[in-house]
């Protein structure tokens, strides 16, 4: 028996031999049954022959417009799908270790690739770029034809825990989890996509391992503890029995969150509002059970994970903002754009929904590119679709509409200009429309800087912590070798929160926190000091929220919070607040840090 310590991101037991991923080309390998090894070959080659089609289209249209030397490049690539290193070492690997095929293809390559690196020849040395190209078409062919990792998982014969170096959100929505207990992986942390979807799907989770990936056989029986980070590998039978009873009860009687009794108040009157952050429109009873006063934050991006191949036209995402707006009635909803980024435009949008690479590994959601609102500038027909969609959607009920990633008053014009574009177009053709309100997330040092300018120009601000520390602080939230320096309670972060604020006060805004920071019992008490009134977080944080709310003096937490931002470091600051909370007599949450 070993254990291994990680962040418990996602709460709950999960029991189960362990079924290890490996995401850094999105494969996954399974271990097959005997009978399972010939389709996988016949699916080898029939991806192998479909990708000499489209290989060969590709080169016949690349001559006719640039001549033959560029189409020349395509001819390489046919060699290489032709070479028995590759299909041929493929079909090898699925014999002799009885693996899926994605994965063989994926190993045969990255074999191959080695002795590229060792070639001298720079032309050589360059054709591994089409040999991985090559494998991506391949693997892509054959998820058409097996239905990739879902499929595969049913032949599992007992469920399992999922074990990978890193996993993205887009492979997360799609997996089947009453084939999957939990998961585990070396990456991330408590504010990575993955770990908020993780808890919004109720699957128990730990993360940041470092490298679990390697220490963990395929098989090996393992224990998740999500809620204290604890993994258990190979534990003797009694003790796996009793945590399989216990995961078993848990599983059963799942504990309803209890819901809300009317406003929220602190002990000394003060009205906070609860809402919920939401990533699919299936989460709306799990709102309304906790008690949400309204959705607060709506992910929409993850409308094109796993979701049918239309996902990202017009109707049908109406129909999915009009579902939200309507069950929620009438609470408002808050739908944020989609928070994507420029990479996955190589693809169209439909293809990037079905394909489990929408998030690769150096695409991590933390990258500074051309994402969120700049990402919908960019890109005017895919953010005027969404826009199309909300308003007709905003007609229904109450519907505010929320750009990410936004660091400048240049950004949010040009955004409204488009909207005032979408209402005059959808109303010179009839269609109804309603008026939303229009925000922004504050999660960009820049723009918390300036809100006091951006207050002028919008409805509302979200404050976004997940984003606003890591990019405040240069850490990315998912790299888990820097996990230990994201700090809420730096200073830096304190006072900008205190700045935006004010910035929203002096325009008269109101300003919400959406981010992670406010589903911690401590951190909210202080959010609360500094004169912040709105949260939205998790349906499952919200019964807690609400007890710490109510057991908190909205006063007493303002004289806390203007000593705590005279304080230098992290750790004057967290031990002045533990302090006072024991002084106060306050209730001590369990702190989810
Ligand atoms: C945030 O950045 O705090 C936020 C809520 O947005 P996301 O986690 O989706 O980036
Ligand atoms: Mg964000």
Redesign the pocket.
Known sequence: MERLKGIGVSSGLAVGPALVAIQRTQVIRFPIAQDRVARELSALERARVRSHEQISQIRRRIAGLKGADLAAIFDAQLLLLDDPMVVGRAARIVMDERVNAEWAVQRAVDELAVVFNDVEDPYLRERKGDLHDVAGRLRMNMRGENGGVRDLLHDLEQPCVLVADELTPSVVAQLDWTRIRGFATDAGSRTYHTAILARSLGVPAVVGLHDVSKRIPSGAWLIIDGDTGDITIDPPTSVREEAENRARRSRLEPTPPRAGEGPTETRDGVRIHLQANIERSDDVPAALASGAEGIGLYRSEFLLVGGPPNMAGEDEQYEVYKQVVEGMAPRPVTIRTF?IDERQLARPLVDAALDARWFPEHER?GHAGLR?IRFGLAQPAIFKTQLRALMRAAAHGSLRILF??VSSVHEVRAARVLIAEVRADLEARGIPVGKPAVGI?I?VPSAAFTASLLAREVDFFTI?T???IQYTLAVDRTDERVSDRYEPLHPAVLRLLRQVRRGAMREGIPVAVC?EMASDPLLLRLLIGCGLTEFSMTPGALPMARRVIQDTSAGEMARIAARVLTLGTVDDIEQFLLESFAKSGERNEVKTR
């Open positions: 928070d959601v969120g990410p990633f997330m999660e976004g997940n984003d606003l981010g």
